[in-house]
């Protein structure tokens, strides 16, 4: 067993501790979040979880092997460098931070000791992810031939979403939250991880007049190995949430749509689905915690180190910048 420790026991804290219930590696055994109503509720939960002092005593409980980090991003990086020097492996939550110098400290001490991190991309071990990467990677033969463009479109009914209404109000706030560092985020992690770093050429953000609010719509355009991108997102309307990232090449197409799903076409060929967008989320999940328990044990894992969600936060909040 591989026991593992979470601070943070919002909406993604709280779903982690039910995908990881009845694992057969993985174990939460201690568990923290600032609120200690939310704690309470949690351990009732999950009676055999044992509740630590504060986040520190957590890091410090003998026998832990990872650190999973579910808080809002303030507390990311120093939370991380704690989890470090008691020799932990770390799980983060993205935004990895909108702290650059203190991110790129954090990823020069990774490779300089060799630490184990890494950021929870979820489309990191999707079938779509692995379906792109064969045929527009840098080791792919282009099967669909050469990729002319990529467009990526979300739609939200609302901000935050309804379920979210318990993760506190930075979600709603542009200092730290808004759909782009939140959900945008993860398509350009894939889209930076099979064409390289992405350069932003216009980004038109706006936002509400209270000064506080995060975005309600941006509109941009990038450009990627050569290959121009577009991006549409934006809240409200009469459109219910909706995402989909298309990529578009000379022999065919390749659409991840509702995270997980995924269709192949080619030219003069019906449209082929790859599965269900329900059934390759399960599978992408499964593959996620084996990777992550790759990662605890030091071996070979395709979850995404802290210097590539570094990269992708860059962009994002060159996105979100106002003199763009």
């Not at 009732?44 to 509740?51: D, E, F, G, M």
């Not at 379920?163 to 808004?178: D, H, I, K, P, Y």
């Not at 941009?220 to 549409?232: K, R």
Request: proline share 4%; glycine share 10%; with cysteine.
């Amino acid at each position: 067993m591989l026991s593992i420790g979470v601070v943070g026991l919002g909406v993604m804290g709280q779903r982690m501790l039910a995908r990881l219930a009845g694992h057969a590696r993985l174990r939460v055994t201690r568990v923290w979040d600032e609120n200690p109503e939310v704690l309470t509720q949690v351990l009732s939960h999950y009676p055999l979880l044992r509740a630590a002092a504060n986040a520190e005593a957590l890091i410090r409980e003998p026998g832990l092997h990872g650190l999973y980090i579910a808080t809002p991003p303030g507390p990311h990086i120093a939370l991380s460098e704690r989890a470090f020097d008691a020799g932990l492996a770390v799980l983060c939550e993205k935004p990895l931070t909108t702290d650059f110098a203190a991110g790129r400290a954090c990823v020069e001490r990774i490779e300089r000791e060799r630490l184990r991190a890494a950021v929870n991309y979820s489309l990191a071990s999707s079938t779509g992810l692995a379906h792109l990467q064969l045929a527009f990677g840098a080791a792919s033969r282009r099967p669909l031939g050469a990729l002319n463009g990529v467009s990526i479109e979300l739609r939200f009914a609302a901000w935050p979403r309804p379920w979210q209404s318990g993760a506190g109000a930075w979600l709603s706030q542009r200092g730290e939250g808004g759909f782009t560092r939140e959900v945008l985020s993860h398509f350009l992690f894939v889209l930076q991880r099979v064409l390289g770093p992405a350069k932003v050429l216009r980004s038109e953000v706006v936002y509400p007049d209270d000064g506080i609010g995060s975005e309600l719509s941006l509109e941009a355009e990038l450009v990627a190995a050569g290959v121009p991108v577009t991006i549409s997102a934006g809240v409200g309307g009469d459109r219910a949430d909706d995402n989909r990232m298309l990529w578009q090449a000379s022999e065919g197409e390749i659409e991840l749509r509702d995270w997980f799903g995924v269709t192949q076409q080619r030219q003069g060929e019906q449209v082929q689905s790859l599965g269900d967008a329900e059934t390759l989320r399960r599978n992408g999940m499964t593959d996620q915690l084996s990777h992550w328990a790759a990662m605890l044990e030091g071996r070979s894992h395709s979850l995404p180190g802290f210097a590539e969600a570094l990269a992708v936060q860059q962009t994002i909040e060159r996105l979100l910048a106002r003199d763009n």
